[in-house]
């Protein structure tokens, strides 16, 4: 079996693909000093919890921070006997070259989205993903990424503000029933979920206008859900898209005779 690992700056997410259907997910936060013998222990620990019995023969990782890729590496070799794929790296092929400038080093995720959301729901996309930054991933007619839109992660707002600020306390994300807060929580909770709505209504009108041809738009990430309601803001959300988009590319490397 596959194990797919999707390393964002504040959530890793494991999870295992037996060949027709994701089995379990799991995730943990983000460490770079996590020891491979760490994350095999957690790991070995919930599999049986859930009465698991993969043997996991192949390993695909992608990262958004560069440093934990060595220990991954380490867990594929020392644990499931096999060397990872790491999206991002030569030796790993995608089925659609990115167009960008040249020199641009495509976040893997970004490229991994892109290649999950072509393959569900074909080209035209604007693939967006709520994790510690926001990410906007253009996908071209023909599969390829083709740009995008960074902006800061609805999370990573509201800690800007508790940091920047002495007198506004850390709070979580909520939608909050009114946007005129009567109290200091409600004013910050107000300002990031009415300001993001807008946020992401707004880049996605540009995007949609500058690219010229109709174009559906796929949620994904961590507090995607949160902003799936009712404001009709996307066309679908895809919990596992990162996921997904995993398989398809370890998929293209064997058709391909990569591995
Ligand atoms: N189910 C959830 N409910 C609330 N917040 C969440 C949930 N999942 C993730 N988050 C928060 O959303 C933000 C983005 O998470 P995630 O998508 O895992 O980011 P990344 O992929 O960048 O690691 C983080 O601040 C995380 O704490
Ligand atoms: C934009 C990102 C930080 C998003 O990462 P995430 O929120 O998933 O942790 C990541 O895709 C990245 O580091 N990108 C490199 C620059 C680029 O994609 O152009
Ligand atoms: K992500």
């Known amino acids: 079996m596959l194990l797919c690992i999707d390393t964002g700056n504040t959530n890793t997410v494991f999870s295992i693909w037996n060949g027709s259907e994701i089995v379990a997910t799991w995730r943990t ?4 000093q996590r020891t491979a013998d760490q994350y095999y222990v957690w790991l070995s620990t919930l599999m049986n919890v859930r009465r698991i019995e993969a043997e996991i023969t192949e390993v695909i990782v992608s990262s958004t921070v560069p440093r934990v890729v060595f220990n991954l590496r380490v867990l594929a070799n020392r644990y499931f006997d096999c060397r ?11 089925p659609h070259v990115p167009r960008v400038d040249v020199g641009t080093t495509v976040g ?14 074909g080209g035209d996309l604007i693939v967006v993903d709520f994790g510690t930054a926001t990410t906007f991933d253009v996908v071209a007619g023909d599969g390829a990424y083709v740009g995008g839109v960074i902006s800061p992660g609805v999370n990573t ?10 007198a ?30 807008g ?6 009108n ?3 206008a500058e690219y010229g041809r109709p174009m559906r738009v796929i949620a994904t990430g961590g507090l995607a859900p949160l902003f799936n309601q009712g404001h009709k803001l996307f066309d679908a ?17 064997k058709e391909q005779g990569n591995l």
């Open 206 to 208: 540009r995007i949609k």
């Open 168 to 197: 506004l306390p850390h709070v979580d994300v909520t939608m909050p029933e009114k946007v005129i807060g009567t109290n200091t929580v409600a004013c910050m909770q107000s300002g990031v979920f009415w300001g993001y709505v």
């Open 157 to 166: 707002s509201l800690e800007g503000l508790h940091h920047a600020a002495a």
């Open 84 to 94: 990872p794929l790491v999206v991002g790296k030569p030796e790993c092929l995608l």
């Open 199 to 204: 946020l992401v209504r707004e880049t996605c």
């Open 108 to 121: 893997p995720d970004r490229l991994v989205n892109s290649a999950g959301a072509f393959d569900r729901y």
């Open 29 to 32: 936060s983000t460490e770079h």
């Open 237 to 253: 959300f895809d919990e596992f898209l990162t996921i997904h988009g995993l398989v398809v590319i370890h998929q293209y490397n």
